[in-house]
């Protein structure tokens, strides 16, 4: 490899004293690496003709060969180039619950389409998964993670607090709840597990109150459907209520419980830390997060 740019010269030169300008070293050096070429290559290369050199067979079918695989080397060197979203052909796989997935998917994939239209995104559930996955499965993870391997990096999109929704024409769409009333009435709550309690019951046990959890949910998209068809009030992230609520006739209704609000984060590996194309989805997340927290859809 160090002789290839040598090479490169003498075969554009045609000569030994040309290239040893160019390569900007001594002719008597240039030489000496002329020789170590010729042993290398079992070719001559080079031959003396009249008062100068001419190439041989071999070193001309060799010309194009250096130019291109010297050039592949140089480019191999470089730093990325610039960005182009427009022509950017790429495919990302990214992990959430589907709250996350109703609450950025939507938007994401809207810019996705409008700045980077060759993108894809492959999103996927929320399972019994392992943050190592982000080593070689997954792109992007969003959501809540505890801890994470050293060589996983994360970085707080912001946090989210609940809301209850209930079908609109329902008797407490137009309410305003008391912690009496919450608890008197039915609630959906959402599990992979099954779990009934919560630090909702926590809240409402320091008041006294018990609430009555008519089902649960292994989604919340699945809660908000079995609120349409109830009396029930589902308890999910505000945004995601927000965003249900466009969809679905739905009400959305403040929770008169001090809840802790939820934090959650994106996570990446190392090995897409520095890529350009990365670093635009993440941003893109960021500034989309940024704008429902504007909006106040995000507030806790």
């Excluded at 000569?15 to 070429?37: D, N």
């Excluded at 009249?50 to 041989?56: H, I, P, S, Y």
């Excluded at 209704?253 to 802790?260: A, G, M, V």
Aim: charged share 25%; glycine share 6%.
């Amino acid at each position: 490899m160090n002789l290839l740019p040598s090479l490169d010269a003498l075969l554009r030169a045609g000569s030994v004293a040309g290239a040893a300008a160019e390569m900007r070293i001594s002719p008597s050096a240039m030489s000496r690496t002329l020789g170590r070429l010729r042993r290398a290559v079992g070719d001559e290369l080079l031959v003396p003709s009249g008062r100068g050199l001419a190439l041989t067979p071999r070193a001309r079918e060799l010309r194009p060969c250096v130019e291109a695989a010297l050039a592949a080397a140089l480019a191999a060197l470089r730093p990325p180039q610039e960005l182009e979203l427009a022509t950017l052909a790429r495919e990302f796989t990214l992990r959430s619950n589907d709250a996350v997935a109703v609450i950025f998917g939507s938007a994401l994939t809207e810019r996705v389409a409008r700045e980077a239209p060759r993108v894809r995104l492959r999103i996927l559930p929320e399972g019994d998964e392992n943050p190592a996955d982000l080593r070689e499965l997954i792109d992007l993870e969003v959501g809540q993670l505890g801890e994470v391997p050293h060589d996983v990096h994360t970085a707080p999109l912001g946090a989210y607090g609940y809301a209850a929704v209930a079908r609109a024409d329902g008797p407490c769409a137009t309410e305003r709840l008391t912690p009496e009333r919450f608890a008197a009435l039915p609630h959906i709550t959402v599990t992979r597990r099954g779990r009934v309690r919560s630090v909702v019951d926590e809240r409402l046990a320091e008041l006294g109150l018990v609430r009555d959890v008519l089902a649960t949910a292994p989604t919340y998209t699945a809660a908000c459907f079995f609120a349409l068809r109830s009396d029930a009030l589902a308890l999910v992230p505000r945004p995601f209520a927000v965003e249900a609520a466009r969809a679905m006739p739905l009400a959305v209704l403040d929770i008169p419980l001090d809840l802790p609000a939820n934090p959650y984060v994106q996570a990446w590996h190392n090995r897409v830390d520095a890529d350009p194309a990365h670093r635009w989805l993440r941003g893109a997340l960021a500034d989309i997060v940024a704008g429902l927290d504007a909006a106040g859809a995000g507030r806790p």
